[in-house]
């Protein structure tokens, strides 16, 4: 390609099984230009990175003349499919995607507009989810993805990267089941940039969460990413998620030995009035977290199912964070944790 028809943005968009939510995705990439072009007339490049699906996701990203790269690891993970996408790119500037998203059709101008100074390297906005009425799951989970906007420790999945920062931090760690996001942007900042949390919509993220095996499945891989990720930058200039995980620990601790403790009084007593101590310490403990999740969202109804949310979820998390230990005990990879 003649450099003067070099594109100003590359987009890398992963996907595995994602069906018409991959369509969709690309699809409004592609309108994210025509309705606001960024600061180059050249539509951004689009490259769709697809680790072994079986739906047809390949074919039907062609279709929509986008630049389909296939990869059959044997283990799978999004930060290889992500790696393999910008190794390729045109774009000095990446704008990661997930094949589950929506991209705002401003985002890009404001990003690449926070990509103005030369500390900041990486630059995202806010993920919401697409269909928070769908479950109780979901509903619940979209305020997981509010956070306070400015310079932050790191970033999610969707986000927009300097070429240059990546080449020179390495890319992604292909080794990690997950956490490869918050990972690399610690090395990131080690090497002197920021990561920028804009005040701005980015997407609009299907979750598709419906039922308590996909709940418990996704918070599970969460405690296996904050031990792994946690362990992997112990010592480092930018730890993470050490205090996280021993607050975990400590949580899920305090919630079973309540719950101990409650039954066998109730046992000793022949009462079910330790029963109902402890449920009225757990509705106190949940109403003290959505008290404290105000700033995230108006509705009481949707902020006392989110402070019982963040206490429920400690436990997949802690039981994800043994499991990551028992496997490094017994040197064993774990092949994917998929939820949906």
Known sequence: MANAQRPALSVVVIGRNE????????????ASHSVSPSVSTVP??????????????????AALGVHVIPVQPQRPSAALGRNAGWRVAQADTILFLDGDTLLHPDFINHALTALHDPQVAVVWGHRRELHPEQSLYNRVLDLDWVYAAGESEF?????????????QVGGFSEDLIAGEEPELC????????????????MTLHDLAITSWQAYWRRAFRAGYAYA???QRLAGSAFPLWQSDCRRNARHSLVLIGIAIAAIAAAVSLQSLLPLCAMLGLYLGLSLRSASRAKWKQASPATLLLYGVHSHIQQLPI???????????????????????
């Open 19 to 30: 069906g018409d939510r991959l369509v969709k995705c690309l699809e409004s990439v592609l």
């Open 44 to 61: 951004p490049e689009i490259i769709y990175v697809d680790s072994n699906s079986s739906d047809g996701s390949p074919e039907r990203a």
């Open 155 to 167: 970033c999610g999945g969707d986000a927009l990267v300097r070429k240059s920062v990546l080449e």
């Open 186 to 201: 610690q090395r990131i900042r080690a090497a002197g940039y920021k990561i920028l949390h804009i005040d701005q919509p």
């Open 228 to 230: 792994e990720v946690s």
């Open 318 to 340: 802690t039981v994800g964070q043994l499991s990551y230990w028992w496997d490094r005990w017994r040197q064993r990879r774990r092949f994917l944790i998929e939820y949906k």
